[in-house]
């Protein structure tokens, strides 16, 4: 099984901007979904981004469209998610996913790799 490990959260600002990454220890080029969702304290943990690898064929959540981006690194088996514009609400840890059996790739359930997590707090 595919192993995660997120990196980059921390604290900032509201305007501010983030860049977390999610290093894999597989080829992501033969991972077919990789996502990133969040949880806030006493919230559902919700799926914001995700990607094709191959295709490259990207996906976002509504509350972050337009403001977050995921990228993929083929050289270094990374998934980024780039934040920008980000707002309290956008407080929360932040998770990796990969391995989805089905092509539902904001939906958590369909994820079979989970990485550790990330805190981002954003401050007003």
């Known amino acids: 099984q595919v192993q995660l490990v997120e990196s980059g959260g921390g604290s900032v600002q509201a305007g501010g901007s983030l860049r977390l990454s999610c290093a894999s220890s597989?080829?992501?080029?033969?991972?077919?979904?990789m996502g990133w969702f969040r949880q806030a304290p006493g919230k559902e943990r919700e799926g914001i981004a995700a990607?094709?690898?191959?295709?490259?064929?990207?996906y976002y959540a509504d509350s972050v469209k337009g403001r977050f981006t995921i990228s993929r690194d083929y050289n270094k088996d990374i998934v980024y998610l780039q934040m920008d514009s980000l707002t309290p609400e956008d407080t929360a840890m932040y998770y990796c996913?990969?391995?989805?059996?089905?092509?539902?790739?904001?939906?958590?359930?369909?994820?079979?790799?989970w990485g550790q997590g990330t805190r981002v707090t954003v401050s007003s």
């Open positions: 996913a990969a391995d989805a059996s089905r092509a539902s790739p904001l939906i958590a359930e369909v994820y079979n790799a």
């Open positions: 990607v094709h690898t191959r295709s490259g064929n990207d």
């Open positions: 597989k080829l992501i080029y033969d991972i077919n979904f």
